[in-house]
Structure formats: structure tokens, C-alpha cells
């Protein structure tokens, strides 16, 4: 099963995605992942998004799909796969198909998890970390039995600069600009489901669970 997660920041994709993999056995294709590989592997590829990455530049759609093609084209992938944050527009989209075609195969199905935007920004603004061990917490939905402190390690919580509202805000706006139209582009494919972001991990797992069966 080849299935494409799209989702906003926030919306609990990459921890869906997660879940999914254990669930059908298949590997998760994170672009995050993949370029730090590569980059730590010293690649071609891996190579050339470096030279992007260390200038703090977004990395070419170009250099993305070359450095996907090679994920996708390795044994471990021939039962499938989660995309997780690939593709992120709509010429990352028609390259992705393009990819697959060449290796006769196809998308099986694409998820968009959908939470509405004030809801994230709730959840991504009251993230907070431990400076000392990396524990997550929110100070609505799981706050430290001390403010300000962890709970494991005491060390002292902090708010990082990608969960401060304005860049928040920002991210959603990429979002809704460069990924938002692939939603309706894999629609019109018929291969779109969408999936109520809103609950409980759990909740949604089930949904998303659901939703591969009536695939
Ligand atoms: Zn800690």
C-alpha cells in the first residue's frame, strides 16, 4: 500500500503515520528524514541539499524528488510505504507520479487530516520543551506538575521559536499556499479521503484505520 499523509503543521500526520507503519509493516518516508540521511550518507544528492541547507535555503524541488526517488527505490519500499511530508506542492505531486509510473506503480491512497487552523495554533503555542532531556509538554493538555519544570529531569521548559505564534501563523500560511491545492489535485484523482484531526490520538487512528479499509 502506497499512501500519501497530507496534513498542516500540528496535525498529528507524523504520529499517524507512525501508528500506520507499525499497523500495515510498510516504512515511513519522511522527507526530514531522508535529506539528514542523505546528507549524513555524503550522497550526490545528500551533497547538493547540503550546500541549500547550510545557506538556511529551502532545498529544490529538483534535489527533493531525486533524493525521494532513491528512498522509494530501495527493497524495503517494494511492499509500500507512508509519505510523510512528501510531496509538499503541486510540482513535488506530478513529479512523485511521474516517479511511479517509472516503476509501474501508483498512489493507493492520500489522507488529508484536517483540524481547523485556530485549533493548531492552540496546540503548537502551548508546546513546551525540556532544555535538559527533550520531554514534550502543553500547558493545557499535559502540563508539568510544576510550572515551568520537568516533570522527569527538572529541567526548565521552554517555548521553541518554530511553536511561537507569528511563525506559526507563517508556517499555515506555506501550508495553505504550497500544499493545500494538492488536496483537491488527488481529489479530482479520486483517490482523497479526508480525516477529522480533531480528538484523541487514538480517535483519529481509528478514522484513518477506517478510512484504508474502504479503500
Ligand atoms: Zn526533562
Redesign the pocket.
Known amino acids: 500500500m502506497r499512501i500519501v499523509l497530507l496534513g498542516p503543521p500540528g496535525a498529528g500526520k507524523g504520529t499517524q503515520a507512525k501508528l500506520l507503519t507499525g499497523r500495515l509493516g510498510v516504512p515511513q518516508v519522511s522527507t526530514g528524514d531522508i535529506l539528514r540521511q542523505a546528507v549524513a550518507n555524503g550522497t550526490q544528492l545528500g551533497r547538493e541539499a547540503k550546500s541549500f541547507m547550510d545557506r538556511g535555503a529551502l532545498v529544490p524541488d529538483e534535489v527533493v524528488i531525486g533524493i525521494i526517488e532513491e528512498r522509494l527505490r530501495k527493497p524495503d519500499c517494494a511492499q509500500g510505504y507512508i509519505l510523510d511530508g512528501f510531496p509538499r506542492t503541486l510540482p513535488q505531486a506530478e513529479a512523485l507520479s511521474r516517479v511511479l509510473a517509472s516503476l509501474h506503480a501508483s498512489v493507493d491512497g492520500v489522507l488529508s487530516v484536517e483540524v481547523p487552523e485556530e485549533d493548531l495554533v492552540e496546540r503548537l503555542a502551548g508546546r513546551r520543551v ?6 514534550m509538554y502543553h500547558v493545557d493538555t499535559n502540563p508539568p506538575l510544576q510550572a515551568g519544570r ?6 526548565a521548559l521552554y517555548q521553541r521559536d518554530d511553536d511561537k505564534e507569528e511563525t506559526i501563523r507563517h508556517r499555515l500560511r506555506v501550508y495553505r499556499d504550497q500544499t493545500q491545492p494538492l488536496v483537491a489535485y488527488y481529489d479530482k484523482m479520486g483517490l482523497l479521503t479526508r480525516i477529522d484531526g480533531r480528538g484523541t490520538i487514538e480517535e483519529i487512528s481509528q478514522r484513518v484505520h477506517r478510512a484504508l479499509r474502504q479503500r
Open positions: 525540556c532544555r535538559g532531556c527533550g520531554n520537568c516533570n522527569t529531569c527538572d529541567g
